[in-house]
């Protein structure tokens, strides 16, 4: 792991680093705030998974995350959301796949099978990582994401109820499968048959049985995505009928983007931090 | 004025404009937020100036300034550093002078004292337009910056004690007469002769009996311009003398970035609230 950066902020240090991942065949960054408490021993982790053509960057320049996280004493992780790179098969011109547009999953499809492969990305290879080499205590992590990230968060937190305590998005793509904006992603990933789409869909996921202690959504009334590619209804539903808590925040007047994001993210810290405390 | 985006942002509106400037005879953009506050009548003003290489975009996205604005019910401005355009002399590879190095100063020299008027279009031209398209309490105006715009914030504040009631700095140039970084800048702006200079300079204006109330500057330690083009001691030499008091923190182990700028934002804000509450 290569140290692309640290600064010192909110009493912690913002690091950007850089590592070849075996996963997905390509150098990958990622950036880590740690808070101050960690100098007193392993903090929690928790994981921000970012939206559709965000890298690492994004949130870490407008999330305004690292004063919750100094206030509550946690780790936050951003990777970044596909691999990058001249190998690395991709449409330039298509913000909804490909590079910045890796769905948090493992394509199975050729060429795409070899290096889209963030979902073992994130949940084996940078756990790991983190583990080895942060003030990280892993018993206790919980995951976050915006868009294409809260479609991530969901959908690991609901496969890997064990490892994450806690588990809250904004604005997520809540039925992937059916939104206009991934369904070709998924096809192109996963291929045709849409069974295996399956694994990698919250609202699916819940109907196949899933399920989570409980979920914080936060969803703004003007974003322009609201009623076509996220449909916050759908995972209301899905939570009322397996019977899991969601809080469903609905946002008058704001949109999609990190103005919002930032409005609620010391909600969202102060609630993994309380679903993270021993 | 036109309007280019607005977006609810910590309760507030966070938007960008453009006007075409008669001072710098180029089209200006700039961003204003605007707190919840100021649905019931006009609020205090806080002028934020930005470093070099800035537009009004870099402290909009990093600044982390919203959430302490809605809490105190201030408006932040945030101008451009310069103009800009293509009928505008500059040196392209040159990031310490012409665009995003204004120096918020009126130039006097050629070819620069058509456009470069930074200091005529913030305390004029722009005072006037914000008076005039936002719920702006122009009797309670402070003013901060950071860097080249601490020290725009300092000058324009030891000019003007009775528009501004405060004035604060992150890290500011304190004199820029001096500094290896600006020295060239203030030459090819306002001529040779130096004494033309003292009016664009924080610790010659104290010199030469400009008075303001009291002073905060957060500083860095880490700051990699500390020494050389910043030097708090000498705002601190000057203060005392002079009898204004100054609060200096240095703050251990942050640098000259947003991510120390951000991390003193509410503090700063809750500075200037306190002196601009009626």
New interface residues.
Partial sequence: METIST?????GV?GVYRHQSAVTGTPMTFAVFVPPQAANGPVPVLWYLSGLTCSHANVM??G?Y??AASAHGVIIVTPDTSPRGEGVPDEKDNWQFGSGAGFYLDATQEPYAANYRMYSYIVEELTALIAAEFPADMSRQGIFGHSMGGHGALTMALKHPDRFASCSAFAPITEPSSADWSRPALEKYLGVDQAAWRAYDAVALIADGRRFPDFLVDQ?T?DPFLNTGLRPQLLADACQKAGIPLTLNLRE???H????I??FM?DHIAWHASRLAR
């Fill in positions: 600064a010192k902020s909110h009493g913002q320049e407008k305004e690292r004063a703004g003007a007047g704001y949109d983007s990190y103005f919002f930032s409005t010391a």
